[in-house]
């Protein structure tokens, strides 16, 4: 045979290899196989799959799937996602050659769904056209831009004393029933009709509790703009594990997109009680109060995801309201303190302001805001200053006169008027106020307007100036949304109207007996 028919005949038998490799590597394709050792409450170990690689899903039978957690030499340890039940030794897994990740996109607005991306709303299939890793790195520095927008929370407490950036991670904290999740539900109600997403990320909440939220979101019209991811308390360990990262995924989703995102963790403290667990089960060395040494990184390595892109890459932003619940009022806490110290700031649920109905409870003391005074309308800035240091001599001089010591004319006024402050902050759940509302009766106040009006009769003062609002020019009104200060003409004119209206009030108070 001639070396051209030689070449002929094994360039032939190379294309009938190939054709016939692509015919049949479907059925070919390598699996890698591993058995099942050890089952455990939210856990499993295996022994096998020498290539699997940190956070590799890994399926264990139909439908069910566990995520690689410990790869030690000889065994794997599995956090498991979902009921472990079915699971016996000795059980074949496999490997995905995949990372958990998580459907997003505009689709799941409105939706209640779990970690997996499983609906729980009873409204038919998720249809979503892209997926994105449960875990994705923080942005670099340089990707990021200063925080110079307001996120209204529609609170006048925090808007005015603690305000929050579009982009800025701001702490909510307190003891049980104090009102955390309220003031969280009703920031993402102030959010309509301003070009928000919100995201509630719901961990190990009751199924009653998580019923009440949505149904209040339905009722308030916010779900059509909201993306609920529910970890309930009866779900796995694995689940309530990753639910904040498939949640902020999602909202890394519509960041990237340009818009502005707010995402509620609700709560941290179940997130990581749920990691101590799966940690210790696994064999993982404790630490401090018998966490896991890098509990402190799993929750900075989630909220460092928080922030503001600059233009360039689409100006989106990723607002972060963790919420972690402390004892007895201790917010120097293991788990507390780590979340402080990775936040931009706290807020601070008093429960003793609670017990006495000054709802919302923030105690402006123990709150602080690191960033969002430089985002803050500078509206607010015209009262906010006096209106803090008014509130905390107030709070100085009401304990101080507890004792029954005689207070001079001056003292007195002082107190009278934080008692104003005071009621006039008190706030009904799911009632958001207005921007011009909110500057309006904070001008009042600081103006010492309501000071001739009984306490009892604040909260109808409040009402009128509500009502006379659309008095206010509409230049005014345009201001106090803009970055621009209000000048002295425009308080004066804001003052005057406010005084016009509630000189009914003030006859009625003075007049005689």
């Not at 998580?210 to 970890?231: D, F, H, I, P, W």
């Not at 003409?489 to 003075?510: C, F, H, M, V």
């Amino acid at each position: 045979m001639s070396s051209d028919n030689l070449k002929e005949t094994i360039y032939k038998a190379l294309d009938d290899i190939k054709e016939k490799e692509e015919i049949f590597s479907p059925d070919l394709a390598p699996r890698e196989i591993g058995r099942i050792t050890s089952v455990s409450n939210g856990t499993a170990k295996a022994s096998g799959l020498p290539g699997v690689f940190s956070d590799e899903i890994l399926k264990l039978s139909k439908d069910f799937y566990g995520i690689a957690f410990n790869i030690d030499k000889d065994e794997i340890g599995i956090v498991l996602l979902g009921n472990y039940q079915n699971l016996s030794v000795g059980q074949e897994i496999e490997r995905t050659m995949r990372v958990m990740d998580m459907p997003v996109g505009e689709q799941l607005l409105g939706r209640v769904i779990n970690p997996l991306g499983v609906p729980l709303d009873e409204k038919g299939p998720l249809d979503f056209s892209e997926r994105l890793p449960v875990e994705r790195p923080a942005r670099r520095i340089l990707d990021r831009a200063p925080v110079t927008a307001p996120l209204q929370t529609g609170l006048k407490v925090v808007d005015s004393m603690v305000p929050i950036g579009r982009g800025q991670r701001e702490l909510i904290l307190g003891d049980r029933q104090t009102g955390k999740t309220t003031i969280a539900i009703d920031t993402i109600i102030n959010q309509h009709d301003k070009n928000v997403i919100c995201i509630y990320c719901a961990i190990g909440q009751r199924t009653a509790s998580l019923a009440q939220v949505v149904a209040k979101l339905r009722e308030t019209g916010s779900m059509n703009y909201t993306v609920v991811l529910a970890a309930e308390g009866g779900d796995a360990p694995g689940l309530q594990y990753i639910a904040p990262y498939a949640a902020t995924s999602i909202g890394e989703y519509f960041m990237e997109k340009g818009r502005d995102v707010l995402i509620i963790y609700d709560d941290l403290t179940y997130h990581a009680r749920a990691y101590r667990e799966l940690s210790l089960l696994l064999r993982r060395p404790p630490g401090r109060e018998a966490f896991p040494g890098d509990i402190f990184y799993i929750h900075s390595r989630l909220l460092e995801r928080s922030t503001h892109l600059k233009k360039e890459l689409g100006g989106g932003s990723l607002t972060a309201l963790p919420i972690v619940e402390t004892e007895a009022q201790n917010i120097s806490a293991y788990i507390p303190t780590n979340l402080i110290s990775i936040t931009d700031g706290q807020i601070y649920l008093s429960p003793t302001l609670f017990d006495l109905g000054l709802l919302p409870a923030v105690d402006v003391n123990k709150s602080v805001s690191r960033v969002g005074g430089k985002a803050q309308l500078p509206a607010y800035r015209a009262v906010a200053g006096s209106l803090k240091l008014a509130y905390a001599q107030f709070e100085e001089l009401e304990s101080f006169a507890r004792f029954g010591t005689r207070l001079n004319a001056h003292t007195k006024k002082v107190i009278e008027h934080g008692r104003k402050i005071r009621e006039c902050l008190k706030q009904p759940d799911n009632k958001p106020v207005s921007v011009v509302e909110q500057i309006v009766v904070l001008l009042a106040l600081t103006n010492n307007l309501f000071d001739n009006i009984p306490l009892e009769s604040v909260r109808k003062a409040e009402i009128i100036i509500h009502e006379n609002q659309d008095s206010i020019p509409v230049d005014i009104k345009a201001r106090i949304h803009s970055n621009e200060a209000l000048g002295n003409d425009d308080i004066k004119r804001i003052i005057s109207i406010s005084e016009n209206a509630l000189k009914g009030l003030i006859q009625i108070k003075n007049k005689p007996a």
